[in-house]
């Protein structure tokens, strides 16, 4: 999988203007996280359920 074949490229409204970010794209049943500064620099590929099991548990351990 790269990121020519991952679609809707996004960071998150929380990002600086820094560029310090990664962002996400996806693919049916996939998630993909990259370095926003370095896009063509690789591409992490998991299980979308997994990536959402992931953020859901950052969202808790921040409440």
């Known amino acids: 999988m790269t990121a020519q074949e991952l679609i809707?490229?996004?960071k998150s409204?929380?990002?600086g203007?820094?560029?310090d970010c990664v962002?996400?794209?996806g693919a049916?049943?996939?998630a993909g996280i990259r370095d926003s500064k370095n896009r063509g620099g690789g591409?992490?590929?998991v299980d979308r359920q997994v990536f959402a099991a992931?953020?859901?548990a950052v969202k808790r351990d921040r409440l």
């Open 8 to 10: 809707g490229w996004r």
């Open 13 to 15: 409204r929380a990002s």
């Open 17 to 19: 203007p820094q560029g």
């Open 23 to 25: 962002e996400v794209g």
């Open 28 to 30: 049916p049943g996939l």
């Open 43 to 45: 591409v992490l590929v």
């Open 54 to 56: 992931f953020i859901d």
